[in-house]
Structures are given as C-alpha cells and as structure tokens.
Nanobody, 123 residues
Framework: QMHLVQSGGGLVQSGGSLRLSCVASGRAFDTYSVSWFRQVPGKERVQVSCISSSDATEYYADSVKGRFTTSRDDAKNTAYLQMNSLRPDDTAVYYC????????????????WGQGTQVTVSS
C-alpha cells in the first residue's frame, strides 16, 4: 500500500493559478502512474489528468487540456498538478491517486488515494 499526502489548493480568482502536490511514501514510486481526479458534491470523481510510470506520458481530460499540466519527480516521490487559467467550474475537491503500471481511467481501479484538497475558483 502506498500512502499519499496532498498539499496545495485553496481559493483563487478566475484566471488565476494553483499548484497541487502529492507526496508518496514507500518504495517504487516510479512504477506507479499518478492520476488527478476531482469531485463536486453529488457527483462521481472524474479524472482530469494522468502521468504514466513508464515514460511519463501525460493524459488530460478535454476540459483541462491546455490549462493544466501534470508532472512528476521520482527522486522526490512527488507528483504535481499545475493549474492555470482557472475557471469557476474547476471548483472541486481534487484527489491524487496512484496505480501500479499504466494509467487507468476509472477511479474504482485505484487503491491508493490522497486525502483530497479543496480548490475554489471565484468569479
């Protein structure tokens, strides 16, 4: 099992930027793909990005493409989500999640989760 601890998030005005971090405990972080999901009340968690374990290939949901960037530093066991040009509809609780091997789309396939962090974008 991998323990993930998130930091970052908060309140920002529309058009602003935030960076989320996700630090993993344990070994072999570089063998895990890391996704970022977000969830609004009453709805399911939706994947917004993933960075793969094998070659750090990045995937993005259409809603964030061109505005969000995910990255990883395996030496620090850390993944990041840089969020630029934030909009009010980006408001959600954001979660990092790790899965062994390649990126997967569905939240139910992830066993390792961060604690979540609130991102609120005001208009």
């Amino acid at each position: 099992q991998m323990h993930l601890v998130q930091s970052g998030g908060g309140l920002v005005q529309s058009g602003g930027s935030l960076r989320l971090s996700c630090v993993a405990s344990g070994r072999a972080f570089d063998t895990y793909s890391v996704s970022w999901f977000r969830q609004v009340p009453g709805k399911e968690r939706v994947q917004v990005s993933c960075i793969s374990s094998s070659d750090a290939t990045e995937y993005y949901a259409d809603s964030v493409k061109g505005r969000f960037t995910t990255s990883r530093d395996d030496a620090k066991n850390t993944a990041y989500l840089q969020m630029n040009s934030l909009r009010p509809d980006d408001t959600a609780v954001y979660y990092c999640a790790a899965v062994y091997g390649l990126c997967l789309i569905n939240a139910r396939d992830y066993e390792n989760w961060g604690q979540g962090t609130q991102v609120t974008v005001s208009s």
